[in-house]
């Protein structure tokens, strides 16, 4: 009799155990949420902070999103640009991750190691509002604050260089985790710089900043890891 009421108290023993490790797993551990809290609230007081000094050094023109509010096509011109803009980012970091040249293979195990589980614990809609706060900020900063200010202050071809130079070298400085990551994330800056100077307006260097970081962010924390994937390196 005690053997049989010891082997039906296990099974129930082991259900309200298999529960709390079901429920573990469905609540996002504290560390996440400040993570993601933290991180909106940089981004958006990087924004906060280009439009404030933008207003006090008399430079508000630098952090308008669109060039002519009176064409009503411009603010959708921007978004599909932008979209657009996006693709070709995607496709280079699909190109590094899948097929590294020697000389990225360190930058890729770096994203990996470093970037990719910052993120991966993050939902659809996190790594959304993220990838929006981020683009709104960085871009307020460094293509309008920097260098559209820059540009206007400076005035003519040395203005539009200057401002360019300045506020790629600032934002790849700013995303130093080693020299080959801040080189890249200023080839960034120049890109969405260039969308910038071409489009006549900050909102399409946003949109495709904030496109291509959802998106880029998506598929690292989605995707498996290159060992999972059986690449190896030569």
Request: charged content about 15%.
């Amino acid at each position: 009799m005690s053997e049989n009421r010891a082997g039906d108290a296990g099974p129930e023993e082991e259900q309200p155990t298999a529960a709390a490790a079901t429920n573990a797993r469905r609540t996002p551990p504290p560390r996440r949420h400040w993570f993601f809290l933290a991180g909106v609230a940089f981004e958006i007081g990087l924004g906060g902070l280009a439009l404030a000094l933008s207003w006090l050094l008399g430079l508000s023109a630098a952090t308008h999103l669109v060039a002519d509010e009176q064409v009503p096509l411009s603010a959708p011109a921007a978004l599909l640009g932008g979209s657009a803009a996006a693709l070709p980012l995607l496709l280079a970091l699909l190109v590094i991750d899948r097929h590294p040249p020697r000389a990225l293979r360190a930058f890729r195990d770096e994203v990996e190691q470093i970037v990719t589980p910052l993120f991966r614990p993050l939902g659809l809609v996190p790594l959304a509002v993220l990838s929006l706060a981020a683009g709104w900020g960085e871009e307020l900063l460094y293509r309008g604050l920097i260098q559209t200010g820059l540009q206007l202050a400076i005035g003519g071809l040395p203005g539009i260089v200057v401002g360019l130079s300045v506020a790629s070298l600032a934002f790849g400085l700013s995303h130093f985790l080693s020299r080959t990551y801040a080189l890249l994330a200023g080839l960034v800056g120049v890109y969405f710089g260039l969308l910038v100077l071409l489009s006549g307006q900050l909102l399409t260097a946003l949109v495709a900043h904030a496109v291509y970081d959802f998106f880029a962010l998506l598929y690292l924390t989605r995707r498996g890891s290159p060992r999972d994937r059986g690449r190896t390196a030569a």
